[in-house]
């Protein structure tokens, strides 16, 4: 990983808009928003060139701030790869299993209050 910051605890580079890797002391790896390769997107020279999902170090954990395609784009890609957790809020939780194929266990759900959500149908906390 090419290192943008370095802290003892975590290592973490900026891949384009609201995609961020953060690396933990623990080895997990965090995705924020998979959203880096859109040929016809006008600022597609704004971002690492060619960049593709087999240029990420890691993907525990996915967290999406939301569902809009330039926050998603490449979720299929990261999930086929990595089969991570994906955090989001619990209002989208079942379209994303439905629409990427995810199985409930690997959906973390959360809310408003900032906790997991206990929403039906969705893996207890």
Known sequence: MKNLAVSHTLVFRWINA?????????????????????????????????????????GDYVFLNHTHADHIANLQEVCDRFHPTVIAHSAVC???????FLPLTSLYPVDYDCRRSRQKGLPPA
């Open 18 to 58: 609201q995609c961020f890797e953060f690396r933990f002391s623990n080895g997990k790896t965090l995705l924020t928003d998979p959203w880096y390769h859109q040929d016809e997107d006008p600022l597609v020279d704004k971002w690492p060139p060619n960049f593709t999902t087999d240029d990420l170090e890691g």
């Open 94 to 100: 079942m379209e994303l299993a439905r629409q990427f």
